[in-house]
């Protein structure tokens, strides 16, 4: 059973940080592009940064340049989403995906495995 695990979300105050993990279960998070997305109430769901299997070369939204940072450790088929100076409007529930990244694209295009979200909420 192929499983993905968002984890590491909460409440955080305007400013502050956290560390989102995707963990792969029955796949090889190294063989594929890793993105995480977020979707807020009543809005749809957008791409967030993405992290590619062969080059490790990082993409991020404009919302988030600067401020996020998306890596890898393969020995723990890990991927990670470090996110600094969170605002308000970060709020959402946060997924991870794998697959196939093509930026010229939709970044959900070619994702093959999907997770559970983690509910991330930045607010005084």
């Known amino acids: 059973e192929v499983q993905l695990q968002a984890s590491g979300g909460g409440w955080v105050q305007p400013g502050g940080s956290l560390r989102l993990s995707c963990a792969g279960s029955?796949?090889?998070?190294?063989?594929?592009?890793v993105c995480w997305f977020r979707q807020a109430d009543g809005k749809e769901r957008e791409g967030v940064s993405c992290i590619g299997s062969r080059d490790s070369i990082t993409y991020y939204s404009d919302s988030v340049k600067g401020r996020f940072t998306i890596s890898s450790d393969n020995a723990k088929n890990t991927v990670y989403l470090q996110m600094n100076s969170l605002k308000p409007e970060d709020t959402a529930v946060y997924s991870c995906?794998?697959?196939?990244?093509?930026?010229?694209?939709?970044?959900?295009?070619?994702?093959?495995?999907w997770g559970k979200g983690t509910h991330v909420t930045v607010s005084s």
């Open positions: 995906a794998a697959g196939y990244f093509y930026m010229d694209f939709s970044w959900d295009y070619g994702m093959n495995y």
């Open positions: 029955g796949v090889t998070l190294d063989n594929y592009a």
